[in-house]
């Protein structure tokens, strides 16, 4: 992999997120470094919550990465870095990203992937700017479900199912290797996060609305302490914000904890 993105590889850690976040608090970061722990033992997931991992079953890692942009001018990027982790996934398992399509994967609003409406992975991206003219240095976490769906089924007992890798797959196939899941995923990453580096998200707009899981469905948002908004959700604008058509306007989605269910 031609890469000047550091690797590093560690048996076990508490967050990997926290972990690059420590170093740039520290002014310690220089180069992109994507960070990969076998066992996460804190995992984070949006807004405080814990994310489960398990050590055979999950795949969970970090990537500090730093933007010449604004953090004003990043909007739009937990939406780009589902669009890469397809695109990784896609050369990892050696399937088109067609065919991963029709197997039912799918991007949610802002930071997760789905199969089957389960879910599948998340995003967490955390930094900022210590001082104008600094790169933005935003620490990307990502965790995926590699296998054995129905442990995490049993462990979590969530309203909405959870889903592996391996579903993707046919019954006589195996998840790859997660290192080699790893790696690939992080090549996309770079690849993608340099080109929004010089021209922001307006370009993946239409490819993100193809991933679109709710789209022109029913929706409800709940969260940012605001009390619960229903509507139709119409895909997202040039910045990657929710247009949300209610009864009485369309309204744009940006940001906050936000969750999004399908109303029945």
């Known amino acids: 992999m031609s890469s000047h993105c550091i690797l590093e590889r560690v048996a076990e850690t508490e967050s990997t997120n926290d972990d690059l976040m420590a170093r740039w608090r520290a002014g310690e970061l220089i180069d992109p470094i994507a960070r990969l722990a076998q066992n996460q033992t804190a995992g984070k997931g949006r807004?405080?919550?814990s994310w489960l991992a398990s050590p055979q079953d999950s795949l969970c890692f970090s990537l500090a990465y730093p933007f010449q942009r604004k953090l004003a001018d990043l909007s739009g990027l937990s939406l780009l870095v589902g669009l890469a982790v397809i695109s990784g996934i896609s050369k990892a398992l050696n399937l088109s990203e067609d065919i991963l399509y029709q197997r039912g994967l799918r991007l949610k609003w802002p930071n997760d992937l789905l199969l089957n409406q389960g879910k599948l992975g998340g995003i967490l991206i955390e930094g900022g700017q210590t001082k104008i003219g600094d790169p933005s240095w935003m620490i990307i976490g990502i965790g995926i479900n590699l296998q054995n769906a129905r442990a995490f089924n049993e462990a979590l007992h969530q309203e909405y199912p959870i889903t592996a890798l391996d579903q993707l797959l046919n019954p006589q196939e195996t998840v790859p290797d997660a290192e080699w899941i790893w790696l690939k995923m992080v090549e996309e990453l770079e690849s993608v996060l340099s080109q929004f580096d010089q021209t922001g998200f307006s370009q993946y707009q239409k490819l993100w609305m193809h991933w679109d899981a709710y789209q022109n469905h029913p929706v409800r948002i709940t969260g940012a302490g605001q009390e619960a908004i229903e509507g139709i959700a119409r895909g997202i604008d040039a910045s990657g914000a929710l247009r949300l058509?209610?009864?009485e306007k369309m309204i744009?989605?940006?940001?906050?904890?936000v969750s999004l269910r399908i109303t029945k």
Do not use: K, L, Q, V
């Open 47 to 49: 807004a405080g919550r």
């Open 245 to 247: 058509e209610t009864e």
């Open 252 to 257: 744009s989605i940006h940001a906050g904890d």
